[in-house]
């Protein structure tokens, strides 16, 4: 399939978009939503045009091949493009309903809200102990009897507890990548956000390590919404409800997991899908 | 049932900013003050150097001053301020320092980065390293006391305090700066290079010289001329070594000639003129002569160095519009200029030897025996070039040597010089690099032979004087008996309270510089400015601290002034280190603390910082070791000889381990034991931060594994 033919098919997608949009809508569960999102690196359009929801307490995943946008994508859900130098948005990202983009609102205080964990393991370079309360500290919480429960259960939530416990003061560097990969996230659950972005949280560990993860994602459903990124096509199957199929900065496809990987509705989608590119 | 999205609607007023009051702004607003305090400095000495040197261009009108060779200061009836010799001098000695410093630098460097075992290698690293941390009174009473009179004796000279003397020290201590920056464009040069050379069956030396130097050609430049700009600006050794004669070298190449430098000068006169005296401000004027050859040489070392890095990261594209355009008029006409160059030399050369006339008429003769050449030789001229240009190179080479030998001598000498680059020459690519190997390894011999040398001289000479007493007594019969504590103690208490000085404010503005600052007109001038107070010679600082602190401020000669002085000379040592290794912390740990929902200031004190703090120590480390190394910016600020008590006070004068090190040395005769006590104490003392300051840094670079 040859470029051109591509991006004609992309054009084509927007009006059928909103019909999905609407059909999910109707649970009125949602804790994210994107309206007509944009987004520019200098000159760079990396978001176009984006609408898309985010349902409480389901796992929502975004794939497409590599420099579609999805990391940016997953990036402005808590303005951790404001980072980054050159980087201009336009359009809104609601979260409870709220323009997260609008006036008089914190970026910090998003993010307590909704959390985020990364593709490589940064855990800082300190003991376990005061890696998972961090969070808490800097959000000014001083109660020593709470900080130590606020570790416990984060740290069993992440299912590290039993590895760790023993070695709370050493450095957490000194921890494997997927015991790692899991103090980041008990980490990000210390300080209770309600939603957690991954960006490709498994894409730098073994396989054990990855199952070890996405079982915790399934956990963490009942309590959390989960946004991932993932290059893993059998992974967003695997754990996701809803899916977000990208391309060249376009949000192509989005509906319910089952759906997408079964039934998709656009070509592309599909091509996607079953490998013909990527 | 109310719908979720309604619920939530009501209690978002907890995303929004509380209150007015921002922390991250006002935490900007102070990094950046500390910042740019760097170069308000730098333009407040400008200033500063101006104001106190006055009218004086009025009444000695510049061309005396720069072209007149009569500086007789303190002549009752008519003072005189030529300062041609003195300015000339201060070249000289430099030149001469760069002649030894230069090629040995290079090939230690060579082989540092390319030849040596890694073992080897290493640990020639840390001790140049280490090295460039000797005092430089301690360099100075070396050759005073050792080279001076090994001059005399064996060379013959009528004295020993020569041009010679002087540029062997500077050449020595200019190493440690030549070969750290050389070694590391060398080993800078990517890897691929030289697996891509060596895979065509290229044998080592000739990946060397024909692909890694080439690369790193413009680092290695930066490295000289750093290098150069470290000779010129020192005052201590060679105030000592150089013998302070006010004359020119007849002919311009007797080194066994004394000399007389800007910084010496400026070191043994203005402890006794009277503030605003002509004669002061006559060495305000020196001072702002000094001042723009370093600022001239800081620019062009860093302005080279910042293309070297550029090129390397590849930012550098290959014509663009915004490139300053002389140095690429330079290279376009690399071989014309230096022909140019050599042609001049050539003609001065000649109107030496001959009279003018005859000199013109030589050189007319040679041109037409070329332009004949190019005529009816069947070959081009090109191919002649090579050896007209040896053939320039040798004949002034001849002639360098038959000022010092007889004519024969000389020219045997070139022929033989020329022979073995002919043999080298054409030897086979294998016993070439042989050859050249042993060459580099002998030179980077002579480096570490010639710096061990003078360690082993201070250590084996000062031991006997170290005993219980001489640790923790006062000094007697004007330091000829007793001990050196209160200078000790005076040392310790001006490091520490430059340190204390220095560090809150070099830290944050190495914070601004990595954290904050964006590339742009303002980043670029403090920059600059904290480039050049880097390289700004020691003893304007001292200069300045005497115009500021202690006359302005009416501080007097004081601990505080000198204090003060050395924390601004030590300012961009730990801005500089401070801005690299927070750098070097990885951008993942700030999204890391962001995306908790910290604040930038939050993310940096509490998770970069500590990350970075390793560095930071080896910055404050380093900028203590060079605190107390240091003579010139505390010689008229805070430094005195003789003080009934230690100080009580900021406010009261100090005596100093350097200090009183040059005083023993210059000034108070049958001293030589005590001396050279105090050189040790005082090297032992350097050495032990300097070699923290490595080890520190070197187990944070084998720790850290993110
Ligand atoms: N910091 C940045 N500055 C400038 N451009 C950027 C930046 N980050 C990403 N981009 C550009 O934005 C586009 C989208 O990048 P993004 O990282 O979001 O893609 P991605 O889908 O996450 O890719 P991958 O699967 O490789 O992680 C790309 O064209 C990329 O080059
Ligand atoms: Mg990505």
New interface residues.
């Given amino acids: 399939m040859n470029l051109k033919v591509k991006t004609k098919l992309v054009k084509e997608i927007s009006e059928s978009q909103n019909a999905d949009i609407e059909k999910i809508k109707a649970g009125n569960d949602i804790i994210i939503e994107c309206k007509n999102l944009n987004l520019w690196y200098d000159d760079n359009h990396a978001l176009k045009d984006i609408n898309m929801i985010v349902k409480k307490n389901k796992v929502t995943a975004i794939i497409g091949p590599s420099g579609c946008g999805k990391s940016t994508l997953i990036r402005s859900f808590n303005r951790m493009n404001d980072v980054i130098e050159g980087c201009k948005t336009e359009g809104t990202v609601e979260f409870r309903g709220r323009n997260i983009y609008g006036n008089r609102i914190s970026a910090m205080k998003i993010r307590k809200y909704i959390g985020m964990i990364f593709q490589k393991p940064n855990p800082f370079p300190m003991s376990i102990y005061d890696n998972i309360l961090y969070g808490p500290k800097i959000h000014r919480m001083r109660d020593k009897k709470k900080l130590e429960t606020i570790l416990k259960n984060s740290l069993e939530m992440a299912v590290l507890w039993d590895e760790v416990k023993d070695r709370l003061k050493d450095s957490a560097l000194g921890l494997s990548g997927g015991q790692q990969q899991r103090l980041c996230i008990a980490r990000t659950l210390a300080i209770e956000p309600e939603v957690i972005l991954m960006d490709e949280p498994t894409s730098s560990l073994d396989p054990i390590a990855t199952a070890k993860i996405e079982e915790l994602i399934n956990d963490l459903k009942e309590k959390y919404t989960v946004i991932i990124v993932t290059h893993n096509m059998q992974q967003a199957a695997r754990i996701s409800d809803y899916t977000a199929f990208m391309y060249l900065g376009e949000l192509i496809e989005f509906g319910e997991t089952e759906q997408i990987f079964e039934n998709p509705q656009e070509r592309l989608t599909e091509n996607y899908i079953t490998g013909r590119f990527g | 049932m109310a719908?979720?999205?309604?619920i939530?609607?009501q209690?978002?007023t907890?995303?929004?900013?509380?209150g007015a009051f921002d922390t991250d702004k006002l935490v900007h607003l102070i990094l950046l003050m500390c910042a740019s305090l760097a170069t308000i400095v730098v333009f407040f000495i400008i200033f500063l150097l101006f104001q106190n040197a006055g009218n004086f261009f009025r009444k000695v009108p510049l061309e005396e001053f720069l072209f007149d060779d009569h500086w007789l200061p303190t002549d009752e009836e008519e003072p005189q301020f030529g300062a041609y010799n003195i300015i000339a001098g201060t070249l000289l000695v430099a030149f001469g320092a760069m002649v030894i410093a230069v090629p040995l630098g290079i090939l230690t460097a060579i082989f540092i980065a390319e030849i040596a075992p890694p073992k080897i290698s290493k640990f020639l690293k840390a001790s140049v390293e280490l090295l460039s941390g000797v005092p430089s009174v301690v360099f100075g009473f070396f050759g005073l006391i050792i080279l001076n009179k090994y001059i005399k004796e064996v060379l013959g000279a009528p004295s020993g305090a020569t041009w010679l003397s002087g540029s062997i020290i500077l050449a020595i201590m200019a190493l440690p700066t030549i070969v750290t920056v050389a070694e590391d464009a060398i080993s800078s040069v990517p890897m691929h290079y030289r697996e891509a050379s060596l895979a065509m069956g290229a044998t080592r030396w000739q990946t060397i010289s024909k692909v890694i130097l080439p690369g790193a050609i413009s680092g290695i430049t930066a490295a000289v001329i750093l290098g150069l700009g470290r000779a010129i600006g020192e005052t201590m050794a060679v105030l000592m070594v150089t013998g302070n004669n006010n004359v020119f070298p007849d002919p311009i190449t007797d080194i066994f000639s004394p000399l007389r430098t800007i910084t010496g000068t400026i070191g043994i006169e203005m402890g006794e003129v009277p503030a605003n005296s002509l004669h002061y401000r006559a060495l305000f004027a020196l001072a702002i002569v000094l001042f723009l050859i370093t600022f001239i040489i800081n620019l062009t070392a860093n302005f080279i160095i910042s293309r070297f890095n550029k090129k390397l990261r590849g930012e550098l594209k290959s014509k663009s519009r915004n490139q300053i355009l002389i140095p690429e008029i330079i290279k376009e006409n690399k071989k014309t200029i230096t022909y140019l160059i050599l042609s001049i030399l050539f003609g001065w050369l000649l109107t030496n030897i001959f009279d003018i006339i005859n000199a013109v008429i030589i050189s007319l003769i040679l041109i037409g025996i070329i332009l004949v050449l190019r005529i009816i030789s069947p070959f081009k001229l090109e191919e002649y070039k090579f050896l007209i240009y040896f053939y320039m190179l040798f004949t002034l080479l001849a002639w360098v040597f038959s000022t010092w030998f007889d004519w024969e001598t000389a020219i045997l000498m070139c022929l033989a010089l020329a022979g073995f680059i002919f043999i080298l020459k054409i030897l086979n690519p294998i016993n070439q690099q042989r050859v050249v190997f042993s060459i580099i390894s002998i030179a980077a011999f002579i480096s570490v032979l010639s710096l061990s040398i003078i360690i082993y001289y201070i250590v084996s000479n000062g031991l006997p004087a170290i005993t219980w007493e001489f640790l923790t007594e006062d000094s007697e019969d004007s330091g000829r008996a007793g001990g050196i504590f209160p200078m000790i103690v005076g040392t310790l208490w001006l490091t520490v309270g430059a340190i204390i000085y220095a560090v809150p404010i070099g830290v944050a503005a190495g914070i601004y510089l990595s954290e904050y600052a964006?590339e742009g007109p303002i980043t670029k001038i403090i920059r600059t400015g904290i480039d050049n107070l880097n390289g700004t010679p020691s003893i304007v600082f001292g200069l300045f601290g005497l115009a500021f602190f202690v006359l302005y401020l009416d501080f007097g000669i004081s601990m505080i002034a000198g204090q003060l002085t050395l924390a601004l000379m030590i300012l961009p040592t730990i801005i500089r280190t401070t801005e690299e290794s927070v750098k070097s912390i990885?951008q993942?740990?700030?999204?890391?603390?962001?995306?908790?929902?910290?604040?930038k200031w939050?993310s940096i004190s509490?998770?970069v910082l500590?990350?970075a703090m390793p560095g930071i120590t080896t910055g404050m480390i380093l900028g203590m070791g060079r605190a107390s190394g240091e003579t010139a910016p505390i010689l008229f600020t805070a430094a005195v000889f003789k003080q009934k008590s230690l100080p009580r006070y900021v406010i009261q004068p100090v005596m100093a381990l350097t200090y009183h090190l040059f005083v023993l040395a210059t000034s108070i005769p049958d001293s030589d034991t005590q001396a050279a006590g105090t050189a040790l104490v005082l090297l032992v003392l350097v050495m032990i931060m300097y070699s923290f300051a490595i080890y520190v840094r070197n187990s944070y670079q084998k720790k850290k594994?993110?």
Avoid at chain 2, 3 to 6: A, D, F, L, M
Wanted: no cysteine; proline share 6%.
């Fill in positions: 719908s979720t999205t309604e939530y609607e209690d978002t907890e995303f929004e900013i509380e964006k990885p993942s740990f700030r999204e890391g603390s962001l995306a908790l929902g910290s604040t939050q509490k998770v500590p990350a594994n993110w």
